[in-house]
T-cell receptor, first 114, second 111 residues
Framework: DARVTQTPRHKVTEMGQEVTMRCQPILGHNTVFWYRQTMMQGLELLAYFRNRAPLDDSGMPKDRFSAEMPDATLATLKIQPSEPRDSAVYFC????????????FGDGTRLSIL | SQKIEQNSEALNIQEGKTATLTCNYTNYSPAYLQWYRQDPGRGPVFLLLIRENEKEKRKERLKVTFDTTLKQSLFHITASQPADSATYLCALYNQGGKLIFGQGTELSVKP
């Protein structure tokens, strides 16, 4: 079965450090999403891309977060500088098109900022 | 304000019984609603999609209903098994075309 791959699976770092999370979407999927999951807020959409172009990043704190898709096989989410409140599980998902199609999720990056 | 509400309390049932999970929403008019399953330490996995003009959708032991008048979807697992224990998330599209998730309901099926 094709899967969305996320790296790293776990990241612990100190406040102020740069964090980069990577995602390899399923081959052939042209839409990629970044979500953040916390106990308090649940699963929140941060940003998404279609055909590598950013369509919406309104869910993302602009001053410290950035999302890119350098090519069709790689999406990145960066936090600089990181803060303790960024601690969460970050999920990447991909879909064939952004409509009613199912989204396929990776297993997430569990991020802890000390 | 727009809200999606799922039972926040865990649902505990006996193996073989039918589990019924509820998803209520306010101030949305979704054309589609999806259900996902999430296991600890894993990402959500898509289960079923139901359209606004469909009253019911089935897949093996799973059944989903969608009542746009009540603004509610029910998710049923018949003949439940311990392996069905997980958190189940409903999700719907808002007017902006984004998929919005509920907080999820944790289901525990005891042998």
């Amino acid at each position: 079965d094709a899967r969305v791959t996320q790296t790293p699976r776990h990241k612990v770092t100190e406040m102020g450090q740069e964090v980069t999370m990577r995602c390899q979407p399923i081959l052939g999927h042209n839409t990629v999403f970044w979500y953040r999951q916390t106990m308090m807020q649940g699963l929140e959409l941060l940003a998404y891309f279609r055909n590598r172009a950013p369509l919406d990043d309104s869910g993302m704190p602009k001053d410290r977060f950035s999302a890119e898709m350098p090519d069709a096989t790689l999406a990145t989410l960066k936090i600089q500088p990181s803060e303790p409140r960024d601690s969460a599980v970050y999920f990447c998902a991909s879909a064939i098109s952004y409509s009613n199609q199912p989204q396929h999720f990776g297993d997430g990056t569990r991020l802890s900022i000390l | 304000s727009q809200k999606i509400e799922q039972n926040s309390e865990a649902l505990n049932i006996q193996e073989g019984k039918t589990a019924t999970l509820t998803c209520n929403y306010t101030n949305y008019s979704p054309a589609y609603l999806q259900w996902y399953r999430q296991d600890p330490g894993r990402g959500p996995v898509f289960l079923l999609l139901i359209r606004e003009n469909e009253k019911e959708k089935r897949k093996e032991r799973l059944k989903v209903t969608f009542d746009t008048t009540l603004k509610q979807s029910l998710f049923h697992i018949t003949a439940s098994q311990p392996a069905d224990s997980a958190t189940y998330l409903c999700a719907l599209y808002n007017q902006g075309g984004k998929l919005i998730f509920g907080q999820g309901t944790e289901l525990s099926v005891k042998p």
